[in-house]
């Protein structure tokens, strides 16, 4: 018997039939991973010690996440290696949105920093939001005869090498931001690593390192009680926080701008379904006066922007460091 011929097309409908059947699928199965997201505790990965400003607003988003979810939201602090341990964890881990990582300039730094990363920061990862931005602050211990930027550089021109300059890791935004000032002032400060804003804030504090360019959470009541000093804000307007500092451009060193931010991403490969629901319930949790309160006292400001908006913001960011880390010369240890 002959057999019957296909009608011309029916190939391509019954191909077509079938890839929308996997798409409807697929979609049906995005659906159910967030229908009940989160069923069960979430983690907020961070990359340095607690005391910092990126564990501060893990903490803030942390707390009023855990009540509008009633699941338990737990900071866990991985830090080491500029960052990276903390990175590589999550962007190793199930793609199901229980492991979320909050991060800050480093991750944008460390693709040009060093030679050979164990993950890809845009890859690798889903952005979720950008959280908040916030203005630097170039401080000093009281023993440095300084109150203005271009005091601070007269000293730092008088004692080549003498004075020295803390940062929370190699390779972190203070640490690139100072080599900057170096460069920009024509100075030498020595750079002292630490794991984090905590242990270098209180080693700042104690007086065995100099100067630090630092969120104001860490300091805010060290600078109170005069036991540091407030130079400058490292960007182009005064804090709303701190209205009697004045600009790095206003103290003596025009054109130094640096603002630090945090974010939120996730395992590449999260359902979108369950990054929309997060997404959504971290911009709601952003636009309560309550974390917009806590964020300000620190110096802080919510932003909030889409995943989109966010992808687009760390492509510029890597390339914006990739320009300072040329103009510095700066290496890893």
Same mark, same amino acid.
């Given at each position: 018997? $002959?057999? %019957?011929?296909? %009608? ?5 409908? =019954?191909?077509?039939?079938? &890839? ?13 991973? *967030? $229908? ?14 607690? +005391? +910092? ?10 707390? %009023? ?7 338990? /939201? ?29 991060? @800050?300039?480093?991750?944008?730094? @460390? ?20 959280? &908040? $931005? ?19 550089? &007269? ?13 929370? +890791? ?10 900057? !000032? @170096? ?8 750079? /002292? ?16 390192? $100099?100067?630090?360019?630092? @969120?104001?959470?860490?300091?805010? *009541? =060290?600078? %109170? ?30 054109? !130094?701008?640096?603002? +630090?931010?945090?974010? =939120?991403?996730?395992? *590449? ?20 006066? #309550?974390?917009? #309160? ?6 802080? #400001? ?32």
């Amino acid at each position: 018997m $002959q057999s %019957k011929r296909r %009608k011309p097309g029916s190939s391509f409908r =019954m191909h077509l039939r079938a &890839a929308l059947a996997l798409v409807i699928a697929a979609s049906c199965l995005d659906a159910v991973h *967030a $229908q009940g997201y989160p069923e069960r505790p979430v983690r907020f990965v961070v990359g340095l010690s607690p +005391g +910092g400003g990126v564990d501060f607003v893990a903490r803030v988003l942390a707390q %009023k996440l855990t009540e509008g979810w009633s699941r338990q /939201v737990v900071v866990e602090n991985r830090p080491g290696a500029n960052q990276i341990i903390a990175t590589e964890l999550v962007a190793k881990s199930k793609p199901d949105g229980y492991t979320v990582l909050i991060v @800050n300039p480093a991750y944008t730094i @460390n693709p040009t920093f060093y030679r050979k990363l164990p993950y890809d920061a845009l890859s690798d990862f889903d952005p979720v939001a950008l959280l &908040a $931005q916030y203005p630097f602050l170039l401080v000093v211990h009281p023993s440095v005869p300084a109150r203005l930027v271009k005091e601070l550089i &007269a000293v730092a021109r008088a004692r080549p090498g003498d004075l020295s300059y803390a940062s929370s +890791g190699n390779g972190s935004t203070p640490h690139l931001g100072m080599e900057l !000032f @170096n460069s920009m002032a024509s100075v030498r400060m020595v750079h /002292v690593p630490y794991k984090g804003a905590g242990p270098a804030s209180a080693d700042l504090v104690a007086g065995h390192v $100099q100067v630090m360019l630092i @969120n104001l959470s860490p300091v805010r *009541a =060290m600078i %109170k009680a005069g036991r540091l000093r407030a130079l400058a804000v490292a960007g182009s307007a005064r804090s709303r926080a701190l209205p009697d500092v004045p600009t790095a451009s206003e103290s003596g060193l025009p054109g !130094f701008n640096l603002f +630090g931010w945090y974010g =939120m991403v996730l395992p *590449a490969g999260t359902p979108r379904t369950v990054r929309g629901k997060l997404h959504a319930d971290v911009i709601k949790a952003l636009r309560t006066d #309550e974390v917009r #309160e806590r964020l300000s006292v620190e110096n802080t #400001e919510p932003v909030g922007n889409t995943p989109e908006e966010f992808t687009d913001f760390l492509r510029k960011e890597i390339a914006t460091f990739a320009a300072v880390i040329r103009r510095t010369g700066v290496k890893a240890d």
